[in-house]
């Protein structure tokens, strides 16, 4: 069984471009989240979708950050503008069911010049 | 790499010897406890979990403890090899979805 996975690996750009990162969960696995951690913090939660439906983006650092997951399958989080802040790692993981473990992606690292 | 900066504490221990890296959670109403380890350039990948109705829990090599009193999570790791080298995680959550993640203990196997 394949697990989550996570595209580009690696992405680095300029201060107020636009980056979009993308999520394939595991097969079958409804609920999805993203979690971030930036230089010299704790991997921190961002949001959580159960299918389609964002169940709570409460830690979404400000307007700038976007997630969907139209059609409940694969999910992308769109930074724009980026700010230098941004930079980190941004991780995804997935779960069958609210509450059951999560399993994580190998992440998108985005370094923000 | 992506540890840079984030002063880890470090367990250097043997390679054949016992590890055991502890945890100290922060909300006395967590319920679900979960160890992760992280390589180099990789995400955080499950190894045990426990249950806050558990005091331990035992896997291929590793166990786990739970000390609900003093708010303490301690993993195990028997006979210690070159690939456990990593960065070990704890999270915790209150049976819901948004995990708590420890700030991580980096395990070093000195050959």
């Known amino acids: 069984e394949a697990g989550v996975t996570q595209f580009p690996s690696h992405s680095v750009i300029e201060k107020g471009q636009t980056v979009t990162l993308r999520c394939d969960p595991i097969s079958g696995h409804d609920n999805l989240y993203w979690y971030r951690r930036v230089m010299g913090k704790e991997i921190k939660f961002l949001l959580h979708?159960?299918?389609?439906?964002?169940?709570?983006e409460s830690g979404m650092p400000n307007n700038r950050f976007l997630a969907e997951r139209t059609g409940g399958t694969y999910s992308t989080l769109k930074v724009q503008p980026a700010e230098l802040e941004d930079s980190g790692v941004y991780f995804c993981?997935?779960?069958?069911?609210?509450?059951?473990?999560?399993?994580f992606g190998p992440g998108t690292r985005l370094l923000v010049l | 790499g992506e540890s840079v900066g984030l002063h880890l504490p470090t367990l250097s221990v043997q390679e054949g010897d016992n590890s055991i890296i502890n945890c100290a959670y922060s909300n006395s109403a967590s319920d679900y406890f979960i160890w992760y380890k992280q390589e180099s350039g990789k995400g955080p990948q499950f190894i045990i979990d426990i249950r806050s109705n558990m005091d331990k829990r035992q896997g291929q090599r590793v166990t786990v403890l739970l000390n609900k009193t003093v708010k303490h999570l301690s993993l195990q790791i028997a006979a210690t090899q070159p690939g456990d080298s990593a960065v070990y995680f704890c999270?915790?959550?209150?049976?819901?979805?948004?995990?708590?993640f420890g700030t991580g203990t980096r395990l070093k196997v000195l050959a």
């Open positions: 999270a915790e959550t209150t049976g819901t979805y948004k995990y708590i």
């Open positions: 993981a997935s779960s069958q069911g609210v509450g059951e473990t999560q399993y």
């Open positions: 979708f159960v299918k389609e439906s964002k169940q709570d």
